[in-house]
């Protein structure tokens, strides 16, 4: 079988063995002389050696480098030596010839036989670069850079709508009347929200804060300290109470549990019915002392 094994026998036969001492002897003269062009002549020698590396990485003298370089051509022209005799090689011989070829300093020379496939690669890849750059390619290059750009403009645009759909849901979910803001619709009386706030304590103290947080605003619209308002989120009212005439302490008061209800209504966790009922009473303590300092 015409393998591995003979086409190595073939690149082998082509090594210059005959001058094999001859390159020794400049490899010494060139260490002991002028060891800085040592890489470059072994460079220059290795395309007349068949491209046998004489170079080994972990060699970092000068001298190493001479050794390697010596004892892989003296390792080739050996066995070229052996192979001088027309009878075939025992198979032990070819073991042995197959041993050294798989060492790592004969790597380059085994993926030689890879250059039919490298040519074949790069042709393919040359007509490939040259079908691009004919007129039919640029037309089509260009619709491409258009049909881009057109579907990156149509995704920023989907976004923004999207983005501007987020920002006025919550508006709009409080004009439909199910906002937890300032309500949209006319409040009830501060003691109707009291009493569904009582009343819900037991089995949904979310809707109870909730309750309590819409009687705190009903008392304030009541007192004409806060005025219902379709856009103002909760806090922004708060802002606007000692510019309606309410006083500081009032004012730190009426934050404080706007402060409160937003750190348990929006909390993933659930309301304990003891905060609940703590904070409905804080909010009818709140609407008692308003109802005293306008009475």
């Not at 993926?111 to 007509?127: C, E, F, I, K």
């Not at 501060?190 to 009343?199: D, F, K, M, N, V």
């Not at 004012?251 to 348990?264: H, K, P, S």
Request: glycine fraction near 8%.
């Amino acid at each position: 079988m015409m393998g591995v094994t003979g086409l190595t026998l073939l690149w082998l036969a082509a090594m210059p063995c005959d001058g094999r001492a001859q390159d020794a002897r400049q490899l010494d003269e060139v260490a002991a002389s002028q060891p800085e062009e040592l890489d470059g002549l072994l460079a220059a020698m290795e395309p007349r050696w068949e491209g046998l590396p004489l170079r080994a990485r972990e060699d970092q003298s000068p001298a190493e480098r001479v050794e390697t370089a010596k004892r892989r051509m003296e390792d080739v022209c050996a066995w070229l030596g052996a192979d001088e005799s027309a009878a075939p090689l025992p198979r032990s011989d070819k073991e042995r010839l197959e041993e050294i070829l798989s060492r790592p300093e004969f790597a380059q020379a085994r993926q030689r036989q890879g250059d039919a496939l490298q040519r074949l690669v790069r042709r393919a890849l040359a007509w490939l670069e040259e079908m691009l750059q004919t007129q039919g390619a640029q037309s089509f290059a260009t619709s491409t850079r258009t049909l881009v750009l057109v579907l990156a403009f149509v995704v920023v645009l989907f976004t923004v709508l999207r983005l501007r759909h987020w920002r006025r849901g919550p508006v709009r979910r409080g004009q439909a009347g199910g906002g937890t803001e300032t309500e949209a619709r006319v409040l009830d009386s501060p003691g109707a929200h009291l009493a569904r706030a009582r009343a819900a304590l037991s089995g949904r103290p979310r809707e109870a804060i909730r309750e309590g947080l819409l009687a705190l605003l009903s008392s304030l619209e009541v007192r004409r300290l806060a005025r219902p308002d379709r856009v103002k989120t909760n806090r922004e009212l708060v802002g606007e109470l000692p510019g309606r005439g309410a006083s500081a302490r009032l004012t730190q008061e009426v934050e404080r549990l706007v402060r409160w209800y937003d750190q348990a209504f929006y909390s993933l966790e659930p309301v304990p019915e003891e905060d609940a009922a703590r904070f409905v009473e804080e909010v009818e303590r709140l609407h008692q002392g308003l109802e005293g300092a306008a009475a």
